[in-house]
């Protein structure tokens, strides 16, 4: 994609997402999924910097 597709995509995407639920048991997830996120973006970029 070009530059101005992808955060149009990223941001398209997000305004998908169905925004109603559980808020305890999503606010109960929190932590790990603040754990993941980070265990991705230190993937993502250790991989990239390796290129």
């Known amino acids: 994609m070009a530059g101005a597709e992808l955060p149009r995509a990223v941001l398209e995407q997000l305004r998908a997402v169905d925004r109603y639920g559980d808020w305890d048991k999503a606010n109960s997830h929190r932590r790990s999924r603040a754990l993941l996120m ?14």
């Open 38 to 51: 980070r265990e991705y973006l230190r993937r993502a970029l250790g991989a990239g910097a390796r290129r």
